[in-house]
């Protein structure tokens, strides 16, 4: 749980519940410390809240006054919801626009989409290139294609845009923690702890460590719409580009299933 302190006169939190309780046990905090906590109606001293009452029963007698909370300072506001769900297909509609353009250079490039789907680097690293465009797309806009028609905004905790060097790092956290290169095993196990990881704490890891924040805007219509057109086209492009040959190397390379397609074409013939 997160909670936030009074202390020296200044707000300050949130901090988790125990790192509260370690400073309770270093004499840091005292009894009389005002402290505040989601579903909390208003500031009260530690000493009163269940949360940590036990702790100064524990603790060596403290002496302190309680310290006077100012009836003016307002409990903070609530963690941000992670809108994990927005972001998640935010991210996708990126990852999936990247990869139709990428197949379809591939293919106008001349290179056999078969060789370079057997090339194990190649399909791990081919997600960089994204991630390095995402990088300077989030330095000078704060968004990417995805996130901008979802009403996502990216941006540091003091609301300043992110600088080169800090959207590098975001961008690269989100490879190695939040996408796993795009392996699907890998990631769906980071897929799944970043969603755990936002629902405890309010934003992704990466986020967390690089104390960005994300704010949402409200869905318009008209691009939820270019979303969805958009998002289709891309895994269309995909299918057309790489399928056919996927089916022409499953036809020359298994007797077997050659033998069903033309018993199949058979049949169609008798029962036209």
């Given at each position: 749980?997160?909670?936030?302190?009074?202390?020296?006169?200044?707000?300050?939190?949130?901090?988790?519940?125990?790192?509260?309780?370690?400073?309770?046990?270093?004499?840091?905090?005292?009894?009389?410390?005002?402290?505040?906590?989601?579903?909390?109606?208003?500031?009260?001293?530690?000493?009163?809240?269940?949360?940590?009452?036990?702790?100064?029963?524990?603790?060596?007698?403290?002496?302190?006054?309680?310290?006077?909370?100012?009836?003016?300072?307002?409990?903070?506001?609530?963690?941000?919801?992670p809108h994990s769900m927005r972001r998640f297909?935010?991210?996708?509609?990126?990852?999936?626009?990247?990869?139709?353009?990428?197949?379809?250079?591939?293919?106008?490039?001349?290179?056999?989409?078969?060789?370079?789907?057997?090339?194990?680097?190649?399909?791990?690293?081919?997600?960089?290139?994204?991630?390095?465009?995402?990088?300077?797309?989030?330095?000078?806009?704060?968004?990417?294609?995805?996130?901008?028609?979802?009403?996502?905004?990216?941006?540091?905790?003091?609301?300043?845009?992110?600088?080169?060097?800090?959207?590098?790092?975001?961008?690269?956290?989100?490879?190695?923690?939040?996408?796993?290169?795009?392996?699907?095993?890998?990631?769906?196990?980071?897929?799944?702890?970043?969603?755990?990881?936002?629902?405890?704490?309010?934003?992704?890891?990466?986020?967390?460590?690089?104390?960005?924040?994300?704010?949402?805007?409200?869905?318009?219509?008209?691009?939820?719409?270019?979303?969805?057109?958009?998002?289709?086209?891309?895994?269309?492009?995909?299918?057309?580009?790489?399928?056919?040959?996927?089916?022409?190397?499953?036809?020359?390379?298994?007797?077997?299933?050659?033998?069903?397609?033309?018993?199949?074409?058979?049949?169609?013939?008798?029962?036209?």
């Amino acid at each position: 749980m997160d909670v936030w302190i009074i202390q020296n006169g200044e707000k300050t939190g949130p901090i988790h519940d125990f790192d509260v309780r370690k400073r309770i046990e270093s004499g840091e905090l005292t009894a009389g410390t005002p402290a505040w906590h989601e579903g909390q109606p208003a500031w009260l001293p530690l000493g009163e809240i269940d949360l940590f009452s036990r702790e100064f029963n524990l603790a060596p007698s403290r002496h302190e006054p309680p310290v006077a909370v100012d009836e003016t300072v307002s409990p903070p506001p609530l963690p941000p919801q992670p809108h994990s769900m927005r972001r998640f297909w935010a991210r996708w509609f990126d990852l999936c626009l990247f990869s139709g353009i990428w197949w379809l250079a591939i293919w106008l490039a001349g290179r056999g989409i078969i060789a370079t789907l057997n090339q194990p680097w190649i399909m791990l690293l081919h997600f960089v290139p994204w991630f390095v465009l995402e990088t300077l797309l989030i330095h000078r806009f704060g968004t990417t294609p995805g996130k901008w028609l979802l009403g996502i905004c990216v941006s540091n905790d003091n609301g300043s845009p992110l600088n080169l060097a800090e959207a590098t790092r975001r961008s690269a956290r989100v490879l190695f923690i939040g996408l796993g290169f795009g392996w699907l095993p890998l990631s769906i196990i980071c897929q799944s702890m970043a969603w755990f990881t936002a629902r405890r704490i309010g934003r992704p890891l990466w986020d967390h460590a690089g104390g960005h924040q994300v704010t949402m805007q409200p869905l318009q219509p008209l691009r939820l719409v270019a979303y969805v057109f958009t998002l289709f086209f891309a895994l269309l492009l995909q299918f057309l580009v790489v399928f056919p040959p996927l089916w022409q190397e499953a036809i020359r390379t298994s007797p077997e299933f050659r033998e069903q397609l033309e018993q199949l074409r058979k049949v169609q013939q008798k029962n036209p």
